[in-house]
């Protein structure tokens, strides 16, 4: 089980339905890894349930104000640059690592959940320096691996996974695609929600979802870097 970070957040339900689809395997050594996610997913489910009860009301009647803008593109194109500029544009609102982090509570969880990750999370990425925080622009598909259960990402947390090379388009879309959208619809509404603003979304793996959402969003923009 590697990259496990990237489950940090999740329910517990949808993270024991994980490890059981993967045939997860308890080595000594990851135990640790395993108790902090556990521990995780069930400050994760009680907060999603609180969110659902007080906010679920006020969700139904909010309509985004458009449809989002998608940046796409191969990693190491420069994605994550464009997405930092454009998130500057006050009209826009983008997610953050925070809300991706938390993406089935966050309007009422941040409060909670800033102060400590604000004290653990290390100054700059691991991979190219860039400055990261809690309220740092991030990709969308951090909180679909979480809310969906549904996304590529699996195959790098669990890359003993017989089906850990994409091969094709099909790869990169949900199984149960009418689910995945209500999941994605209402993540997207939240995100918009607090402020009204039209969303901006940045996910190298929208790349190969561009039918399923214009779909979804039929008036949606689309930045390609190549």
Known sequence: MQHSYLLAGISSGKFFKLLARNGCSLYPKYLFRILFLIQGSLFASIFNRLEKRKMENELK????????????????????????????????????????????????????????????MKPTRPMDNV?????????????????????????????????????????????????????FTDFCCRLSFSTGKRLLLKNPFHSMRIPLLLEMYPNAKFIHIH
Do not use: C
Request: hydrophobic share 40%.
């Open 61 to 120: 009647t909010y309509s985004m104000p458009g449809d989002p803008i998608f940046i796409i593109g191969h990693w190491r194109t420069g994605t994550t640059l464009l997405h930092q500029l454009m998130a500057l544009d006050e009209n826009l609102v983008t997610p953050n690592v925070l809300q991706v982090s938390a993406p089935g509570s966050f309007l009422i969880s941040e409060k909670y959940y800033k102060p400590v990750m604000s004290k653990v």
């Open 131 to 183: 400055k990261i925080d809690v309220s740092q622009p991030q990709e969308d598909e951090y909180a679909l691996i979480k809310l969906t259960i549904d996304s590529p990402l699996e195959k790098m947390i669990f890359p003993k996974s017989k089906k850990y090379f994409l091969l094709d388009a099909a790869d990169f879309y949900p199984k149960k695609i009418d689910q995945w959208e209500n999941v």
